[in-house]
T-cell receptor, first 110, second 112 residues
């Protein structure tokens, strides 16, 4: 079955550094990948979408890449801030649904 | 701010009770979804709908049922709640595949 894997359950970084989160997909080829932010007790909020024919996309301090050879997407937050602390979910589009990974909990330490 | 609403936000209910979780969106989206999420775990799709009178089961087996009589409304019903149904339930909608999903705030259900 189609699967999205986010191997790091938790990531701790110092304020001001760049956080890099990894998302791998198996058993299918999503036409696009999305990244969401989820705060405790709340629904996910959309951040970025990247299509399979796009190598990289940026939005303010966020950058996402899509490598169809490695079957991987990287999500970067530059100049990280404590307010960036949250769980980040990767999602890939399947035939009828969005498949989500378990998420990576990012903690930015002041 | 997403125009998708879930009620109630929190619900504690006794075993055997019938409950309906409400989800409404004002964006006119045809595609709507219900996900179940346990703490620290991934979202599991339990139901989805591509439009009025269209409902399908998702990957995760669920004893719940859904209906889609109006575009904006996608309620989820549990006929007889059990402690194993304790979880967070998230409703989402998309304009079409390939666009962002908008999520509600979720309903945290506890069955005692």
């Amino acid at each position: 079955s189609q699967k999205i894997e986010q191997n790091s359950e938790a990531l701790n970084i110092q304020e001001g550094k760049t956080a890099t989160l990894t998302c791998n997909y198996t058993n299918y080829s999503p036409a696009y990948l999305q990244w969401y932010r989820q705060d405790p007790g709340r629904g996910p909020v959309f951040l970025l979408l990247i299509r399979e024919n796009e190598k990289e996309k940026r939005k303010e301090r966020l950058k996402v890449t899509f490598d169809t050879t490695l079957k991987q997407s990287l999500f970067h937050i530059t100049a990280s801030q404590p307010a960036d602390s949250a769980t980040y979910l990767c999602s890939g589009a399947g035939s009828y649904q969005l498949t989500f990974g378990k998420g990576t909990k990012l903690s930015v330490i002041p | 701010e997403a125009d998708i609403y879930q009620t109630p936000r929190y619900l504690v209910i006794g075993t055997g009770k019938k409950i309906t979780l409400e989800c409404s969106q004002t964006m006119g989206h045809d595609k709507m979804y219900w996900y179940q999420q346990d703490p620290g775990m991934e979202l599991h799709l339990i139901h989805y709908s591509y439009g009025v009178n269209s409902t399908e089961k998702g990957d995760l087996s669920s004893e719940s049922t859904v209906s889609r009589i109006r575009t904006e409304h996608f309620p989820l019903t549990l006929e007889s709640a059990r402690p194993s149904h304790t979880s967070q339930y998230l409703c989402a909608s998309t304009e079409r595949m390939g666009t962002e999903a908008f999520f509600g705030q979720g309903t945290r259900l506890t069955v005692v």
